[in-house]
C-alpha cells in the first residue's frame, strides 16, 4: 500500500498517557469529519501503522489526532517521542462509521466517548453541517483522573469564542466530561448516569427516546458493550452496511 508522508507541526503533551499532535496536510486529502485514518513510522525498513481517529475537521489545513501512550505499545513506544520537524506516514484513504450518513434523522446527536475515544467527536462538533442537522449536540467524555480531560478548555473557552462557528456552539453544544477515579463535578461512569437519569437532568434536557436521539459510541469495549445494550434495551438499532440507524459506534481501541 501507498502511503502519503506527512511533517509533524506541533506536539502537546497531556500527561504520561495521552498527548495530541499536528500534521502537514495534502490539499487533496479529504476526509468526513469522524473518520480515521491509518497513520504510523517507518520501523526497520517497514511501515508500522496504526489506525487513529482524526481530531481535526475537514475544513482545517493541518491534521491534528490525539493519542494514547502504550508502555511497550509497538507504535505509540516511539510515536510519543515524535517532535516538530520528524516526518510519519499517512494512508491515502480514510473511513469510518461515525458519520451522520449513517444516522436517522433526529433532534439530538449524542457523541458518547471514553479516553481516545473523544478524538472523532472533536472533528465531529466542530462541523457546522452537524449543527443544521440537530438541535442539540451532547459531547460525553469519559476518563479516570481529570487531567485525562483532553481538549477541555479548548470545548469550554476556546470554541464558544471561534469567530465563525462559536455561536452556534454556545447555542447547541452541551460538553459533559466524567471522571471515574477521584472527586469531580460529574463522577461516576456514562453508562451509569444515562441509566440513571442523572445527566439528562444535569444537562436540563428531556430523557432519551427512540423518536428523537441518535448516538454515535467510541471508546472501550466496555463502553461500546454497556451502551450498546442500554440502548437496545430502549428499542434504538444500530446502523447496518448501507442502512441508517439510531446509533453508530466504532471501538476506539482493540483490546488484546
Ligand atoms: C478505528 C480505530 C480508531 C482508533 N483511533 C485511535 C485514536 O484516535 N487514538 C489512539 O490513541 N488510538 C486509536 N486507536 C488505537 C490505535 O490504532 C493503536 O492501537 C494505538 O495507537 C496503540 O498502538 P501501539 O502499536 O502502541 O499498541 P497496540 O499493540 O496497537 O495496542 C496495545 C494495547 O494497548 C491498548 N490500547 C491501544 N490503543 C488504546 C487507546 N487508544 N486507548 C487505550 N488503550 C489502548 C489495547 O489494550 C491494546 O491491546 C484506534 C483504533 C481503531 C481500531
Given at each position: 500500500?501507498?502511503?502519503?508522508?506527512?511533517?509533524?507541526?506541533?506536539?502537546?503533551?497531556?500527561?504520561?498517557r495521552l498527548f495530541s499532535f499536528r500534521t502537514t496536510r495534502k490539499p487533496t486529502f479529504r476526509f468526513k469529519n469522524g473518520h480515521f485514518v491509518m497513520i504510523g513510522m517507518e520501523v526497520e525498513g517497514k511501515p508500522l501503522m496504526r489506525a487513529y481517529s482524526i481530531a481535526s475537521a475537514n475544513y482545517e489545513e493541518?491534521?491534528?489526532?490525539?493519542?494514547?501512550?502504550?508502555?511497550?505499545?509497538?507504535?505509540?513506544?516511539?510515536?510519543?517521542?515524535?517532535?516538530?520537524?520528524?516526518?510519519?506516514?499517512?494512508?491515502?484513504?480514510?473511513?469510518?462509521?461515525?458519520?451522520t450518513d449513517y444516522t436517522l434523522p433526529g433532534k439530538n446527536l449524542w457523541l458518547i466517548s471514553t479516553g481516545t475515544g473523544l478524538a472523532p467527536f472533536m472533528s465531529i462538533i466542530k462541523d457546522?453541517?452537524?449543527?443544521?442537522?440537530?438541535?442539540?449536540?451532547?459531547?460525553?467524555?469519559?476518563?479516570?483522573?481529570?487531567?485525562?480531560?483532553?481538549?477541555?478548555?479548548?470545548?469550554?473557552?476556546?470554541?464558544?469564542n471561534n469567530e465563525y462557528i462559536g455561536d452556534i456552539i454556545k447555542e447547541k453544544l452541551h460538553y459533559y466530561p466524567t471522571v471515574t477515579r477521584e472527586p469531580y463535578k460529574n463522577k461516576g461512569r456514562i453508562t451509569d448516569l444515562i441509566q440513571s437519569g442523572q445527566l439528562c437532568n444535569d444537562l436540563n434536557i428531556p430523557d432519551i427516546k427512540v423518536e428523537d436521539d441518535r448516538f454515535m459510541l467510541c471508546g472501550s469495549e466496555a463502553l461500546i458493550k454497556d451502551m450498546t445494550k442500554i440502548l437496545d434495551d430502549k428499542g434504538f438499532h444500530a446502523a447496518r452496511k448501507r442502512t441508517q440507524g439510531h446509533y453508530v459506534l466504532e471501538n476506539a481501541f482493540v483490546g488484546k
Open positions: 500500500m501507498a502511503y502519503l508522508t506527512e511533517t509533524v507541526t506541533y506536539v502537546k503533551h497531556w500527561n504520561e493541518e491534521l491534528e489526532f490525539l493519542s494514547i501512550k502504550v508502555p511497550n505499545g509497538p507504535l505509540t513506544s516511539r510515536l510519543q517521542h515524535i517532535k516538530v520537524g520528524d516526518e510519519l506516514l499517512l494512508s491515502e484513504k480514510s473511513t469510518g462509521t461515525l458519520v457546522p453541517e452537524v449543527y443544521d442537522q440537530f438541535d442539540r449536540v451532547i459531547l460525553t467524555h469519559g476518563v479516570r483522573y481529570a487531567a485525562c480531560l483532553a481538549y477541555h478548555n479548548y470545548i469550554t473557552k476556546e470554541l464558544p
